[in-house]
T-cell receptor
Framework: GAVVSQHPSWVICKSGTSVKIECRSL??????MFWYRQFPKQSLMLMAT?????????EQGVEKDKFLINHASLTLSTLTVTSAHPEDSSFYIC????????????FGSGTRLTVV | QQQVKQSPQSLIVQKGGISIINCAYE??????FPWYQQFPGKGPALLIA?????SEKKEGRFTISFNKSAKQFSLHIMDSQPGDSATYFC???????????FGPGTRLSVLP
């Protein structure tokens, strides 16, 4: 149980375009989802916390207008990288937890974004 | 105070040996300490976690040792195998399910 599916696993896009990454909890309802960014050989950096039905809380230094997070249902959160630039190229990972089912903190498999 | 320090940065161990990774924290409000294993191109997967009311927790070949007074905890991998080669992250949170502060990671290589 407690499976989090992240899609796509990798994406290449042109500079200036937008990319949407989906994070779904498959067998539980996730009241809270977290979005992380990871650069090569580095640790995970929390970007934002999203709670179902409310606005995301962004960490200091993360541009909320650039990284749009939507958590419209208990099983789906999306991260949209708008007007992507090469410096946005990174590994993006979501994780989810549920207050209701007692599941812990499960990570998705990550999305490798390359902006060319 | 939010930082979690982790060492070593990289570790090479022979098959069958013991791998030891250490972490230290400052914030005494942290009360949940998980270890995650990450393979290249994949998301982290929970290995084992501990709360500060116990000094040791063992699951199979993986053991967490916790020293509350020193604010340190470590991961021991017994009988290390080549399949254990991955990056290991310690983490800490103020309460179960809260967002984590991650250590910088340790790249473990287990030689056959």
């Amino acid at each position: 149980g407690a499976v989090v599916s992240q899609h796509p696993s990798w994406v290449i896009c042109k500079s200036g375009t937008s990319v949407k990454i989906e994070c779904r909890s498959l067998d539980f309802q996730a009241t809270t989802m977290f979005w992380y960014r990871q650069f090569p050989k580095q640790s995970l950096m929390l970007m934002a916390t999203s709670n179902e039905g409310s606005k995301a809380t962004y960490e200091q230094g993360v541009e909320k207008d650039k990284f749009l997070i939507n958590h419209a249902s208990l099983t789906l959160s999306t991260l949209t990288v708008t007007s992507a630039h090469p410096e946005d190229s990174s590994f993006y990972i979501c994780s989810a937890r549920s207050d209701r089912t007692g599941y812990g903190y499960t990570f998705g498999s990550g999305t490798r974004l390359t902006v060319v | 105070q939010q930082q979690v320090k982790q060492s070593p940065q990289s570790l090479i161990v022979q098959k069958g040996g013991i791998s030891i990774i250490n972490c230290a924290y400052e914030n005494t409000a942290f009360d949940y300490f998980p270890w995650y294993q990450q393979f290249p191109g994949k998301g982290p997967a929970l290995l084992i976690a501990i709360r500060p009311d116990v000094s040791e927790k063992k699951e199979g070949r993986f053991t967490i040792s916790f020293n509350k007074s020193a604010k340190q905890f470590s991961l021991h991998i017994m009988d290390s195998q080549p399949g254990d080669s991955a990056t290991y992250f310690c983490a800490a949170s103020k309460g179960y399910g809260q967002n984590f502060v991650f250590g910088p990671g340790t790249r473990l290589s287990v030689l056959p």
